[in-house]
């Protein structure tokens, strides 16, 4: 499938996408894509996303170094989230972390079937 037009953008005209590496599949980050910057990921095969704080693209690694080599975009049933699965050419958080995923609020919770 390769019909962007099945994507439904949000009021802002974005889509969220969760990039991942494609060989240990840890979640690195998660970014935002409109249109145009889906467009450019898909043609060049590095990701772009949408800078929502500069309002502008942004193609990673573009000053650090720190690529993403696009293997393959997903789009979930809802057609309102991206997976974009990348071999990251280093650390994807902009603080040196591989993973802007680095931070635990919590990893204790109760051995219960049931969901209060």
């Given at each position: 499938?390769?019909?962007?037009?099945?994507?439904?953008?949000?009021?802002?005209?974005?889509?969220?996408?969760?990039?991942?590496?494609?060989?240990?599949?840890?979640?690195l980050m998660l970014a935002w894509m409109n249109a145009e910057s889906l467009?450019?990921?898909?043609?060049?095969?590095?990701?772009?996303?949408?800078?929502?704080?500069?309002?502008?693209?942004?193609?990673?690694g573009a000053s650090s170094g720190n690529t993403q080599r696009v293997r393959?975009?997903?789009?979930?049933?809802?057609?309102?989230?991206?997976?974009?699965?990348?071999?990251?050419?280093?650390?994807?958080?902009?603080?040196?972390?591989?993973?802007?995923?680095?931070?635990?609020?919590?990893?204790?919770?109760?051995?219960s079937g049931a969901m209060e």
């Open positions: 499938m390769s019909d962007l037009s099945a994507i439904k953008w949000n009021a802002q005209g974005l889509v969220p996408a969760i990039v991942q590496d494609s060989v240990t599949r840890q979640v467009g450019q990921t898909l043609e060049t095969g590095e990701t772009v996303f949408w800078s929502r704080s500069r309002q502008e693209l942004w193609h990673k393959a975009v997903h789009l979930d049933c809802d057609a309102d989230c991206l997976l974009v699965e990348v071999q990251p050419a280093g650390p994807a958080c902009h603080t040196g972390e591989v993973t802007c995923f680095f931070r635990t609020l919590k990893t204790a919770f109760p051995e």
